[in-house]
């Protein structure tokens, strides 16, 4: 499938609202199960939470704070800096407990981090004593099992690493560390992806051409995906809906629905989308 004719979401929108989720909507609300992406994987996993509360001490991140994202679906979380993003992709991942609410992927309550949630961070965090493969293996290996080497194999040209499987980490450039990176949350085989700011230290050609990567890989296995992002282009170009979220401690204020049928990023749809969203993150407090 082409990355500039991937499909968006269907007109799931009942309210008459022209495609847009109004402020109070969680990410995907709208579908209840419907089909709402083409690409999605029957068997893909949905990530709901519900009525979520995280406070540190005296400060107050988000009240009552809703997400639905549906099977096979790329979520972009979009807002000014310090609005809590990263803090609700923790929560989902397990990697923090929420105050209050609940997080459930594919139906199950997560109550702390696991392999069928991966997380990819900004940092790619790889074991410099190993090799590149190595890096990719350790997910099994810690879990005491032998790692599949046509697997990985298949993970390294999935992410176009296949050439340098045997090199140390420390030749690769950030680029290259990253897919390695990605690779190593792939070799366990998650339910969901979540992406934390992943491409935000890489120059502009080398993001790009992971973005292009991501959709296709995400295409590909059929996973879902959250992604923070402070870059408003980059949420429009992965995004099947851009969340947008407010100062603290005001959550998620608004859902955009990206509705081009095109992903090109010169396209007049797409332009169009990203001053929609630029226009609603500017409304909310833009940083």
């Not at 032998?146 to 050439?163: F, I, K, S």
């Not at 959250?226 to 603290?248: C, K, N, Q, S």
């Amino acid at each position: 499938m082409s990355l500039e004719s991937r499909p968006a979401a269907a007109d799931d929108d009942a309210d008459g609202s022209g495609g847009r989720s109004d402020a109070a909507s969680p990410v995907g609300a709208a579908a209840d199960g419907a089909e709402t992406v083409g690409r999605h994987a029957a068997d893909a996993a949905p990530i709901v939470a519900g009525d979520l509360t995280k406070r540190y001490d005296d400060t107050l991140v988000f009240d009552g704070l809703d997400l639905r994202v549906a099977p096979g679906e790329v979520c972009c979380l979009l807002g000014p800096s310090g609005c809590g993003k990263t803090t609700l992709l923790h929560l989902l991942a397990g990697l923090e407990e929420p105050t209050d609410g609940r997080v459930e992927i594919d139906g199950e309550a997560v109550t702390g981090p696991d392999y069928r949630w991966g997380v990819v961070f900004q940092d790619p965090l790889l074991y410099p004593w190993l090799s590149v493969r190595e890096n990719v293996e350790i997910g099994p290996r810690l879990r005491g099992e032998t790692p599949d080497a046509d697997h990985v194999d298949e993970l390294l040209e999935l992410v176009g690493l296949d050439g340098v499987a045997d090199a140390d980490t420390s030749d690769l450039s950030g680029g290259m560390a990253q897919r390695a990176s990605l690779a190593r949350t792939l070799a366990n085989d998650p339910d969901v992806l979540l992406l934390d700011e992943p491409f935000s230290a890489l120059d502009q050609l080398t993001k790009m051409e992971l973005q292009d990567e991501l959709l296709r890989i995400v295409d590909e296995l059929g996973v879902t995906a959250v992604f923070v992002t402070h870059d408003i282009d980059e949420a429009v170009y992965l995004g099947d809906r851009v969340a947008i979220m407010g100062p603290v401690p005001a959550g998620i204020e608004h859902v955009e629905r990206i509705d081009s049928e095109t992903r090109s990023r010169d396209d007049e749809a797409f332009l169009a989308e990203r001053a929609a969203t630029f226009e609603r993150l500017e409304a909310v407090g833009l940083e």
